[in-house]
């Protein structure tokens, strides 16, 4: 089976994609300049912190996030205040083509 590759233009030149659920926050980084990079935290302010640490190190300045119910709004009050997040409907992201995992729907 042939599969339709589509691109886009890269408009962020740094981003991270999150998906995250009840206890864990999937973040993919990804960009000019930046190795792409997965890692997993808890939902926890003080892991938050330390996600946003890792994203400020890597100069990301746009987050897209995914999420069910209103487990976003933690990561969202935590990382709101440094970077432009876009919060994307999960619905949506499962029309995405290919087997599901949270770290391919980080990136």
């Known amino acids: 089976m042939e599969r339709n590759t589509i691109e886009f ?7 991270c994609g999150i998906d995250v ?4 926050a999937v973040a993919t980084i990804r960009g000019k300049g930046v190795k792409t990079e997965t890692r997993t935290y808890s939902t ?3 892991s938050l912190k330390k ?3 890792w994203l400020k190190k890597h100069r990301i300045t746009h987050i897209a996030m995914e999420s069910t119910g209103v487990y976003w709004k933690s990561v969202f009050n935590v990382l709101g205040d440094k970077f432009q997040i876009l919060l ?3 619905r949506h992201v499962k029309n995405v083509p290919g ?3 949270d770290k391919r729907d980080s990136r």
């Open 99 to 101: 087997h599901k995992t």
């Open 44 to 46: 926890f302010t003080s």
């Open 51 to 53: 996600m946003k640490e």
């Open 9 to 15: 233009e890269q408009v962020v030149e740094k981003g």
């Open 88 to 90: 994307v409907n999960a």
């Open 21 to 24: 659920h009840k206890e864990t």
